[in-house]
């Protein structure tokens, strides 16, 4: 008999939800053992924390219009999400991991890989669009490195998305609608989303197939804001006089000119998934998953500068106040993108719950379009062509493949053990074009990187049951590394880089004990060496001298060592989890100036030495009606160490807070209507190593904040309902570099059969 809830579902009750169960049986051992027939890329035993949302807590209390945001509200972890369908920024940042470093997690949806470790940072935010909100069943979040079924990317978290797959006919439709106000320097304006889903499944005999189809057309607010420093001014009436310009402070408080807004996106998403699954017998299935997700976008500028007859300006010789400057061609810059990427996904699983197990599993991602497009010529001329700039990426991608078993040979172990591969390429050309908009390169191009990495993985883990109230969980990950192809040109001048080859061995531990009916205690420790990406190693620049100016192919991998002590508690009502964890990281990878060489340089560099320490609490019950989810987490992460670069020993690690927290209340009024508030708040931080940016308010920095979110759900029967939400309700004014939405409005209509 099928169950229609997730293998994690199951084990969430086990290990969660027991605060209801009368049998203490359920939380005895203290690990999480997953069970069911749906295919999960978990493994089987899980030996640290774990938190998870199901498909009903979303709907009844998050806003979501993108996969990430099932997120919103679990513990340590934040998405950099600007906007609706924020398909290139969206990072995800977990306790010792900011938004800079997309690399240290791993997210998953039904065990095919959606991260993208082409690089590390903003750019290079996971595949979100292949998975849209209808079809989540639950999210789970495995926090830390301490599964040997995973890579050294899993040392923040490991991320899991299951969609379900159906057991009877179903449909389901919705519409979303959204509003934001956005105000912020000489910006004053409205923007609008809308986005429809349609999804239908069914299963007939050994045969299961769902397809989702869905469409996003976004506006987001302005992300950039041209400036220039009044330190840069050259004094004098030289230049067209201006007026417009809002003075402020830049992040480092340097006073300064903000002339405009900039890239201001409008977005048309179109995303399709498509499962078919087969069941062999009771205990076999074979499940294959098609995605295709398109991207439209537009970024546009808007200048605040007007010259004396009212008319704007976008470039050339400019004064402000007795200040002279000098606007170059693409200070307001316009863009057009154009995507299409495709997912492939096969799967094929046993779940016999007898002495043997196995999976093979394997994954395609594919950038089949990949085209940015830029003016190099000014406004307003620009909007109707011009010379431009052709970035393609055609050709980009990675694809995986893992073969798995599970043994159990008695009652007291449960053998994992596996292989793995991931392989990942990037193809990158710039090329100049006559017509920014439509036209074809012309020429060579001013410059390309390519480059291959490949990680080929044995691991194994063994969880042994040697008392009745302890057990344990012992695993070790051998990782062979390989870099390859890689070159980096730029003009005329160009690199070719030699292969390398590594090999890394990674322990992995992890100790429980039953102490009482009501308490369990958890230790675990694991290494994790996070491997330099492709586009680390050679995406970057060559001089005239033939020197690389940006990037080094010899750069060290990040090797951590991650520990996490842990008390749950089973409350009358409730759950209750401290959790102390801890991270020392060799050689972080980061953007930073080397001081030690003339000339300086600046590029991505091995930082020494990083330490991080942490307390953790998260708790849930129900109280008065009300379905309480909550949790707080304060952080001490510091450079210890950093030889290039002196002046950041002793700082915090770019873009983590001290502090953060986040909380749910949600109450059902009856069984049709649901109202929820809930807020997150972060502390101060940072976002460069050397900590000098000490303005968090200003373009370019990274802010604390505190912010509400309501959502009320009514259900008028068993197929309609509505929700009405807010977010960003007390409208704070927030920065990650870019701006973050301001009070948000959205509205659903939805249809379930």
């Given at each position: 008999?099928?169950?229609?809830?997730?293998?994690?579902?199951?084990?969430?009750?086990?290990?969660?939800?027991?605060?209801?169960?009368?049998?203490?049986?359920?939380?005895?051992?203290?690990?999480?053992?997953?069970?069911?027939?749906?295919?999960?890329?978990?493994?089987?035993?899980?030996?640290?924390?774990?938190?998870?949302?199901?498909?009903?807590?979303?709907?009844?209390?998050?806003?979501?219009?993108?996969?990430?945001?099932?997120?919103?509200?679990?513990?340590?972890?934040?998405?950099?999400?600007?906007?609706?369908?924020?398909?290139?920024?969206?990072?995800?940042?977990?306790?010792?991991?900011?938004?800079?470093?997309?690399?240290?997690?791993?997210?998953?949806?039904?065990?095919?890989?959606?991260s993208n470790y082409l690089g590390n940072g903003a750019t290079f935010a996971p595949r979100w669009g292949m998975v849209s909100p209808e079809e989540i069943d639950r999210v789970d979040v495995l926090y830390g490195p301490f599964?040997?079924?995973?890579?050294?990317?899993?040392?923040?978290?490991?991320v899991d998305y299951v969609t379900r797959m159906p057991t009877r006919f179903e449909a389901h439709a919705k519409l979303t609608l959204t509003h934001q106000a956005f105000k912020l320097y000489r910006t004053d304006d409205k923007?609008?989303?809308?986005?429809?889903?349609?999804?239908?499944?069914?299963?007939?005999?050994?045969?299961?197939?769902?397809?989702?189809?869905?469409r996003t057309d976004s506006e987001g607010q302005p992300l950039t804001f041209p400036a220039r420093l009044l330190s840069a001014a050259i004094p004098g009436n030289a230049g067209t006089p201006v007026s417009g310009a809002v003075?402020?402070?830049?992040?480092?408080?340097?006073?300064?000119?903000?002339?405009?807004?900039?890239?201001?996106?409008?977005?048309?998403?179109?995303?399709?998934?498509?499962?078919?699954?087969?069941?062999?017998?009771?205990?076999?299935?074979?499940?294959?998953?098609?995605?295709?997700?398109?991207?439209?976008?537009?970024?546009?500028?808007?200048?605040?500068?007007?010259?004396?007859?009212?008319?704007?300006?976008?470039?050339?010789?400019?004064?402000?106040?007795?200040?002279?400057?000098?606007?170059?061609?693409?200070?307001?810059?316009?863009?057009?993108?154009?995507?299409?990427?495709?997912?492939?996904?096969?799967?094929?699983?046993?779940?016999?719950?007898?002495?043997?197990?196995?999976?093979?599993?394997?994954?395609?991602?594919?950038?089949?379009?990949?085209?940015?497009?830029?003016?190099?010529?000014?406004?307003?001329?620009?909007?109707?062509?011009?010379?431009?700039?052709?970035?393609?990426?055609?050709?980009?991608?990675?694809?995986?493949?893992?073969?798995?078993?599970?043994?159990?040979?008695?009652?007291?172990?449960?053998?994992?053990?596996?292989?793995?591969?991931?392989?990942?390429?990037?193809?990158?050309?710039?090329?100049?074009?006559?017509?920014?908009?439509?036209?074809?390169?012309?020429?060579?191009?001013?410059?390309?990187?390519?480059?291959?990495?490949?990680?080929?993985?044995?691991?194994?883990?063994?969880?042994?049951?040697?008392?009745?109230?302890?057990?344990?969980?012992?695993?070790?990950?051998?990782?062979?590394?390989?870099?390859?192809?890689?070159?980096?040109?730029?003009?005329?001048?160009?690199?070719?880089?030699?292969?390398?080859?590594?090999?890394?061995?990674?322990?992995?531990?992890?100790?429980?004990?039953?102490?009482?009916?009501?308490?369990?205690?958890?230790?675990?420790?694991?290494?994790?060496?996070?491997?330099?990406?492709?586009?680390?190693?050679?995406?970057?620049?060559?001089?005239?001298?033939?020197?690389?100016?940006?990037?080094?192919?010899?750069?060290?991998?990040?090797?951590?060592?991650?520990?996490?002590?842990?008390?749950?508690?089973?409350?009358?009502?409730?759950?209750?989890?401290?959790?102390?964890?801890?991270?020392?990281?060799?050689?972080?990878?980061?953007?930073?100036?080397?001081?030690?060489?003339?000339?300086?340089?600046?590029?991505?560099?091995?930082?020494?030495?990083?330490?991080?320490?942490?307390?953790?609490?998260?708790?849930?019950?129900?109280?008065?009606?009300?379905?309480?989810?909550?949790?707080?987490?304060?952080?001490?992460?510091?450079?210890?160490?950093?030889?290039?670069?002196?002046?950041?020993?002793?700082?915090?690690?770019?873009?983590?807070?001290?502090?953060?927290?986040?909380?749910?209340?949600?109450?059902?009024?009856?069984?049709?209507?649901?109202?929820?508030?809930?807020?997150?708040?972060?502390?101060?931080?940072?976002?460069?190593?050397?900590?000098?940016?000490?303005?968090?308010?200003?373009?370019?920095?990274?802010?604390?904040?505190?912010?509400?979110?309501?959502?009320?759900?009514?259900?008028?029967?068993?197929?309609?309902?509505?929700?009405?939400?807010?977010?960003?309700?007390?409208?704070?004014?927030?920065?990650?570099?870019?701006?973050?939405?301001?009070?948000?409005?959205?509205?659903?209509?939805?249809?379930?059969?």
């Amino acid at each position: 008999m099928k169950t229609s809830m997730s293998p994690l579902a199951l084990a969430l009750l086990a290990a969660f939800a027991s605060a209801h169960a009368e049998d203490p049986q359920l939380h005895q051992l203290g690990t999480v053992t997953i069970t069911g027939n749906r295919p999960t890329s978990l493994p089987t035993q899980i030996p640290t924390t774990i938190e998870g949302i199901t498909k009903a807590d979303i709907e009844r209390d998050i806003n979501a219009t993108d996969a990430e945001d099932a997120l919103k509200y679990l513990p340590s972890l934040l998405v950099r999400k600007r906007y609706i369908g924020d398909y290139n920024h969206a990072v995800l940042s977990t306790r010792a991991s900011g938004t800079g470093n997309s690399a240290r997690s791993m997210v998953y949806a039904d065990g095919i890989l959606l991260s993208n470790y082409l690089g590390n940072g903003a750019t290079f935010a996971p595949r979100w669009g292949m998975v849209s909100p209808e079809e989540i069943d639950r999210v789970d979040v495995l926090y830390g490195p301490f599964s040997a079924a995973y890579g050294g990317n899993s040392v923040g978290a490991v991320v899991d998305y299951v969609t379900r797959m159906p057991t009877r006919f179903e449909a389901h439709a919705k519409l979303t609608l959204t509003h934001q106000a956005f105000k912020l320097y000489r910006t004053d304006d409205k923007y609008e989303g809308r986005q429809g889903s349609f999804a239908l499944g069914d299963r007939n005999g050994a045969w299961s197939w769902f397809v989702d189809v869905s469409r996003t057309d976004s506006e987001g607010q302005p992300l950039t804001f041209p400036a220039r420093l009044l330190s840069a001014a050259i004094p004098g009436n030289a230049g067209t006089p201006v007026s417009g310009a809002v003075a402020g402070v830049d992040r480092n408080n340097n006073p300064w000119y903000l002339l405009g807004a900039g890239t201001q996106y409008h977005t048309v998403q179109d995303q399709i998934k498509a499962k078919l699954a087969y069941d062999f017998s009771p205990t076999m299935r074979a499940t294959y998953t098609f995605g295709l997700w398109r991207n439209e976008s537009e970024g546009r500028p808007a200048t605040y500068l007007r010259d004396a007859a009212g008319q704007p300006v976008y470039s050339g010789a400019i004064n402000i106040d007795g200040r002279s400057y000098t606007l170059g061609q693409t200070d307001f810059n316009l863009s057009n993108e154009d995507l299409q990427h495709i997912m492939h996904g096969l799967t094929l699983k046993t779940n016999t719950k007898g002495s043997f197990d196995w999976e093979l599993a394997a994954s395609v991602y594919d950038y089949d379009k990949d085209q940015l497009r830029a003016a190099t010529v000014a406004l307003p001329a620009a909007l109707h062509g011009g010379k431009g700039r052709l970035v393609n990426q055609g050709g980009t991608g990675w694809n995986t493949f893992a073969a798995k078993g599970v043994w159990r040979p008695d009652a007291a172990h449960v053998a994992e053990f596996g292989y793995q591969r991931e392989a990942y390429k990037l193809r990158s050309a710039e090329t100049p074009t006559s017509d920014w908009i439509n036209g074809a390169p012309v020429g060579d191009p001013t410059s390309r990187f390519a480059g291959r990495t490949e990680t080929n993985s044995l691991y194994a883990q063994d969880t042994w049951k040697f008392a009745p109230q302890w057990k344990t969980v012992l695993g070790a990950r051998f990782e062979h590394w390989h870099a390859h192809d890689g070159y980096t040109v730029t003009a005329s001048k160009g690199a070719a880089h030699a292969a390398r080859s590594e090999n890394y061995v990674s322990p992995k531990a992890a100790l429980t004990y039953q102490a009482s009916e009501d308490w369990v205690l958890k230790g675990s420790l694991g290494r994790a060496v996070r491997m330099p990406t492709v586009s680390e190693l050679y995406q970057g620049g060559v001089n005239a001298s033939g020197q690389l100016t940006n990037n080094d192919p010899n750069l060290k991998p990040e090797r951590s060592w991650t520990t996490e002590l842990s008390g749950e508690r089973k409350l009358a009502r409730g759950y209750l989890r401290l959790t102390v964890f801890g991270e020392r990281t060799s050689d972080a990878l980061y953007s930073q100036t080397n001081v030690l060489v003339l000339p300086m340089v600046t590029n991505i560099q091995n930082v020494d030495l990083i330490r991080t320490k942490g307390l953790e609490v998260s708790y849930a019950a129900k109280v008065f009606g009300l379905e309480l989810s909550s949790s707080v987490t304060w952080t001490d992460s510091k450079i210890i160490r950093n030889d290039k670069a002196p002046a950041s020993v002793g700082k915090w690690q770019p873009r983590i807070p001290e502090w953060r927290a986040s909380g749910v209340a949600s109450y059902a009024v009856n069984d049709q209507l649901s109202v929820t508030l809930a807020a997150r708040y972060s502390g101060k931080q940072f976002t460069t190593l050397d900590n000098s940016d000490i303005n968090g308010f200003a373009y370019q920095g990274s802010s604390k904040y505190f912010t509400a979110d309501a959502r009320l759900r009514y259900r008028f029967n068993q197929q309609w309902s509505m929700a009405l939400g807010v977010d960003n309700l007390n409208n704070y004014q927030y920065w990650n570099f870019h701006p973050y939405p301001q009070r948000t409005y959205v509205a659903e209509l939805k249809f379930d059969l």
